[in-house]
């Protein structure tokens, strides 16, 4: 079974309301008949609090809005923090987790982020799991003991029940986050590879064929296409290009082939 291209934005901390109605504004004209693209790809945001209402109701038919972290308990005293009960009250799809930048900033853990997971696929909400190895980690030879590490403590977390439902991993190479390096599609491919045989040991063969492995660092319009011809590229996270509606439509349509 081909698994379905998903194309998700990841917003970081940009844009006002305003903003992000005039991108999307933008962005469903140069995409053309959404409710036909998302129909064969999927198309996400993940996009600050302040603009899940405004990309809810803007985005277009099919695509989906997901936030860019949240807490793993239903409720209580956790001063600015989000639980999942608060995202599928707001109408989301799901949520990025372990994102580099939340690692390297606010000290997110691999179990953290297992429990995260957990508490997403309980609530039937999609996590987009992102792991990558930084630069001194690849030059030391260890991205795939790094990248199984973090997905194995992070796996470690997530019940039975909840590793039934599907989820998304997100390869990034923190070296290639915003730097305008990527990896090449062959260094990317080789990585994806691993992690496919990471959740077929997990999983099974089988399941491990149906689940999605998203490609990010410094994905653009320009090298997209060669980044998802590769067999198990699924797709990608996109920071940067997804703020620019000319970018980013392009790459849905170039996902979409
Ligand atoms: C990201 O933030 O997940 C990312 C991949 O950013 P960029 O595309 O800007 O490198």
């Known amino acids: 079974m081909a698994r379905k291209k998903l194309l998700a934005?990841?917003?970081?901390?940009?844009?006002?309301?305003?903003?992000?109605?005039?991108f999307f504004q933008s962005f469903?004209?140069?995409?053309?008949?959404?409710?036909?693209?998302?129909?064969?790809?999927?198309?996400a945001f993940g996009?600050?609090?302040t603009l899940f209402d405004?990309?809810?109701k803007n985005a277009g038919s099919g695509v989906k809005i997901l936030a860019q972290?949240?807490?793993?308990?239903?409720?209580?005293?956790?001063?600015?923090?989000?639980?999942?009960?608060?995202?599928?009250?707001?109408?989301?799809?799901?949520?990025?987790?372990?994102?580099?930048?939340?690692?390297?900033?606010?000290?997110?853990?691999?179990?953290?982020?297992?429990?995260?997971?957990?508490?997403?696929?309980?609530a039937g909400l999609l996590p987009v799991v992102c792991v990558?190895?930084?630069?001194?980690?690849?030059?030391?030879?260890?991205?795939?003991?790094?990248?199984?590490?973090?997905?194995?403590?992070?796996?470690?977390?997530?019940?039975?029940?909840?590793?039934?439902?599907?989820?998304?991993?997100a390869y990034e190479?923190?070296?290639?986050?915003?730097?305008?390096?990527?990896?090449?599609?062959?260094?990317?491919?080789?990585?994806?590879l691993m992690i496919r045989s990471l959740l077929a040991s997990h999983f099974g063969a089988a399941r491990a064929e149906t689940l999605r492995i998203l490609y990010g660092g410094s994905m653009n319009s320009a090298n997209c296409q060669d980044l998802l011809k590769k067999p198990n590229i699924d797709g990608g996270l996109i920071g940067g290009a997804s703020?620019?509606?000319?970018d980013f439509s392009k790459m849905v349509l170039t996902a979409k082939g």
């Open 9 to 22: 934005g990841n917003w970081k901390m940009h844009k006002t309301r305003a903003e992000a109605s005039e």
């Open 28 to 43: 469903t004209k140069l995409v053309g008949n959404m409710a036909d693209v998302t129909r064969s790809v999927d198309v």
């Open 47 to 49: 996009v600050p609090a």
């Open 54 to 56: 405004v990309s809810l």
């Open 69 to 122: 972290n949240v807490h793993f308990e239903k409720q209580g005293a956790f001063t600015g923090e989000l639980s999942t009960v608060m995202l599928q009250d707001a109408a989301l799809q799901g949520s990025i987790i372990g994102h580099s930048e939340r690692r390297q900033y606010y000290g997110e853990t691999d179990q953290a982020v297992g429990k995260k997971w957990n508490a997403l696929s309980l």
């Open 132 to 169: 990558g190895e930084t630069r001194t980690e690849r030059e030391a030879g260890q991205t795939n003991a790094v990248v199984k590490k973090q997905f194995e403590l992070a796996l470690a977390e997530v019940s039975a029940d909840a590793k039934s439902k599907d989820f998304v991993i």
């Open 173 to 192: 190479p923190v070296w290639a986050i915003g730097t305008g390096l990527t990896a090449t599609p062959e260094q990317a491919e080789e990585v994806h």
């Open 243 to 246: 703020l620019k509606p000319e």
